[in-house]
């Protein structure tokens, strides 16, 4: 049973550094054509691609926020991380995980999603 | 970037009506394209892939198809679980982009 699933830290102040981790089971990242992108959803609005890792550690990133996305995986393929730094009010959204199984598959696997607010 | 323009952006249908979707593509995407549908605070679901194949566990009621750069996804004889956002997604390229969202309501 494949599940994904998100943590953060619910909120954070402007400037600051977002971390967030989304931590997976029933399937290693390891595996050949398996890759684990970052997506997020403000509040009423649509989605916003940001960051995927594949299974050969190599990344891939939206330019529009490129300068301030880093995705990460841990060494034993199970998690994956996103660090957005200088963040601002319009970073406040919920982030989700999701897995594709190929370059080109779509998303089967959705975590349930990290709300993130971003106030001082 | 590849554009996804989808509409309508909302809807307000009857039970047992058909229902229509549109996303259009900005560049070419093959069939490289998902259906997602989302309910209230929850993440979304994965419908339809390939522009014409549903996922296992999708009722037989949708159906998606594809004319050029245009990609639909039909709804026949909508129900209440119906309801919710439907999102498209292009996955030929990065960076992958969304359409903007189908709110169905029933009426």
């Known amino acids: 049973q494949v599940t994904l699933k998100e943590s953060g830290p619910g909120m954070l102040q402007p400037s600051k550094t977002l971390s967030l981790t989304c931590s997976f089971s029933g399937f290693s990242l390891s595996t050949s054509g398996m890759v684990v992108s970052w997506i997020r959803q403000p509040s009423g609005k649509s989605l916003e691609w940001l960051a995927a890792i594949d299974w050969d550690g190599d990344k891939y990133y939206n330019p529009s926020l490129k300068s301030s996305l880093t995705v990460s995986k841990d060494t034993s393929n199970t998690q994956v991380f996103l660090k957005i730094t200088s963040v601002d009010t319009a970073d406040t959204a919920t982030y989700y995980c999701?897995?594709?199984?190929?370059?080109?598959?779509?998303?089967?696997?959705w975590g349930q999603g990290v709300m993130v607010t971003v106030s001082s | 970037d590849i554009q996804m323009t989808q509409s309508p952006s909302s809807m307000s249908v009857s039970l047992g009506d058909r229902v229509t979707i549109t996303c259009r593509a900005s560049?070419?995407?093959?069939?490289?394209l998902s259906w997602y549908q989302q309910k209230p605070e929850k993440s979304p679901k994965f419908m339809i892939y390939g522009a014409t194949n549903l996922e296992d566990g999708v009722p037989s009621r949708f159906s998606g198809s594809r004319s050029g750069s245009d990609y639909s996804l039909t709804i026949n004889s909508l129900e209440s679980e119906d309801t919710g956002i439907y999102f498209c997604l292009q996955h030929k390229q990065y960076p992958l982009t969304f359409g903007s969202g189908t709110k169905l309501e029933i009426k």
């Open positions: 560049q070419d995407i093959g069939n490289y």
């Open positions: 999701a897995r594709r199984r190929g370059l080109w598959a779509p998303f089967d696997y």
